[in-house]
């Protein structure tokens, strides 16, 4: 056991990420973001796909809702319920992520619909 | 919209005979054009395409369904049809679980609002376990139109 000197009371709880990374344990919060859909062909499935892999990386949960459509709140984190957001050039998303790494989240998620997914790989925001 | 109105019900083919993606792509193509939905000298090309954007990224979205489609231009109109496996087709899905339902879209190229209004129709009945559970145990073209006639009124469990 080594002491940290220092700030008393003070004390980090340090987790290894999947990754390896080592991670501070942060609190959960919560981050909203809306985006309008950029692109000619809209969230077709491909996009959809890049979306949930996006959505994957991060361990706070997510969700979308077409605003412009019916405001159905969807699971980010699934092709099958993001296919139902008839996500057409135009429509307003409302992102929502809560977790320990919600606004890094939001910000890449809503970067990458911003982007109208011509970017090559994701993961390049922030 | 009605899911029932989106497929064409003539080219629904009750026991795929391919276990194998393209196979079974061929298969849903060639059925829509002898049943009159797209011209056969089309055939060709819209399979190749549908196979082409299946390399770009495997429609099998997991549970045990996939949604092959492709847009083109020498698609006039909208029109898909189902295919149903018993014994499983590799689709290189999500999950990596063979597919027993496969919803095939063909789409006009420059239409896409369309295009995702009836991608929106096809998963809202594809997510729902109840729909699934009957399409993979609907054995003969009669039940597999009758599921999707009545598909709005299946309630969940």
């Known amino acids: 056991m080594t002491s940290v000197d220092g700030d008393a009371g003070f004390r980090c709880v340090i987790r290894l990420t999947e990754k390896g990374r080592p991670r501070l344990s942060a609190p959960e919060t919560e981050a909203v973001r809306e985006v309008e859909v950029r692109n000619r062909e809209g969230l077709h499935a491909r996009p959809v796909m890049r979306f949930v892999d996006l959505a994957m990386q991060f361990r706070s949960s997510v969700t979308v809702a077409n605003v412009t459509k019916n405001g159905e709140v969807l699971d980010g984190r699934s092709a099958m319920q993001l296919m139902l957001l008839e996500a057409t050039q135009g429509c307003l998303l409302r992102i929502k992520v809560q977790g320990v790494d919600a606004d890094e989240a939001a910000d890449a998620l809503a970067a990458l619909v911003e982007s109208g997914f011509e970017t090559g790989s994701p993961g390049q925001s922030g | ?157």
Do not use: W
């Open chain 2, 1 to 157: 919209m009605k899911f029932a109105d989106l497929i064409h019900e003539p080219s629904v083919i009750p026991e795929v005979e391919g276990t194998e993606r393209n196979a079974v792509i061929r298969e849903l193509v060639n059925s829509l054009a002898e049943h009159g939905a797209v011209p056969a000298e089309h055939v060709e090309t819209i399979a190749r395409a549908a196979i082409a954007r299946e390399k770009q990224g495997s429609t099998g979205f997991g549970k045990g369904v996939a949604v092959p489609h492709v847009k083109h231009e020498c698609i006039q109109k909208m029109t898909a049809t189902i295919g149903r496996s018993s014994r499983g087709v590799d689709f290189a899905a999500l999950d990596r679980a063979p597919v027993y339902a496969i919803v095939m879209l063909l789409s006009p190229a420059e239409a896409p609002e369309e295009h995702l209004a009836a991608m929106e129709k096809i998963f809202r009945y594809l997510q729902r376990e109840k729909f699934r559970r009957f399409l993979r145990q609907a054995d003969s073209h009669e039940a597999i139109v009758e599921l999707i006639r009545e598909a709005d009124d299946l309630q969940d469990d």
